[in-house]
């Protein structure tokens, strides 16, 4: 059975791309910081796919726990064929007059040096077996910007090189590497918005609707699997057109 591991895949799109990847017929390895949230997740993706599927605690801010659980992942599947870098400091609210050094370390450390990390222990696994792929969940942040998120911005641009630093250092093992640079996407946040809210939301975005879990999921799949076999050092933009408008998008009436 091949196997990928998602990071951060307890729920929303990260919970998303377990289920596509279970419903092809991947084992499937979900961490989270909480080890209880990631063996549940683990269960109901066992359950309902009749795959195996695992549950590990993993801090991003430790690069010994990351290789911990790397190595546990490797003594219980034996291969890993995908990894999805998806877990991140979403740094809402912090701008470059409001960012402290303990908050810039903590997120940078998370989004950066965790996931270079991480991508470092998919690697060797897949170096040694023949190859694999890895896909890092990225965002349209990097490509433009709002307000109270220069971080995170920041962050995701630096992810976004990462792959292409990948895709040419690791292409010689047959590791490909791509990320999905995902933007409006419908997540727990939206819940208990007013419906007045949503739809200033859509206003902004040319297809005037946001992606959902599944949406993501099959972007990540194809860059996960063999369907983009040479498909390597790329961003896959799902974003509804965000990144499409250069002005906020004004919808005109049709007629």
Not at 48 to 74: E, Q, S
Not at 109 to 123: L, M
Not at 187 to 207: F, K, M, Q, V, Y
């Amino acid at each position: 059975m091949p196997t990928v591991f998602i990071t951060g895949a307890t729920k929303n799109s990260g919970f998303a791309i377990a289920e596509k990847f279970a419903s092809e017929g991947y084992d499937v390895a979900i961490s989270s910081r909480s080890k209880d949230s990631a063996e549940i997740a683990a269960a109901k993706i066992q359950d309902k796919y009749k795959v195996t599927a695992r549950g590990y605690a993993m801090d991003l801010l430790n690069v010994k726990d990351i290789r911990l659980v790397f190595a546990r992942l490797k003594e219980d599947f034996g291969r890993l064929d995908t990894f999805v870098a998806n877990s991140a400091d979403l740094g809402i609210g912090i701008d470059i007059l409001s960012a402290t050094e303990e908050r810039y370390d903590a997120l940078m450390d998370t989004n950066v040096k965790g996931n270079y990390f991480a991508c470092q222990e998919a690697a060797m696994i897949m170096m040694k077996q023949g190859g694999g792929a890895i896909v890092i969940i990225g965002s349209v942040h990097c490509k433009s910007c709002v307000g109270e998120r220069s971080l995170y911005s920041i962050s995701k641009g630096a992810l976004s090189t990462l792959v292409r630093s990948m895709a040419v250092e690791l292409g010689m093992y047959n590791i490909r590497a791509n990320c999905l640079l995902a933007g409006a996407i419908r997540t727990d946040r939206w819940e208990g918005i007013s419906a007045e809210e949503e739809a200033r939301r859509r206003a902004n975005w040319p297809l005037g609707i946001e992606s959902n879990g599944e949406d993501i999921a099959n972007g990540a799949f194809y860059l996960g699997s063999d369907l983009s076999r040479t498909v390597t050092g790329t961003d896959l933009v799902i974003d509804s057109g965000i990144l499409a408008s250069l002005l906020p998008y004004k919808r005109r009436d049709i007629k």
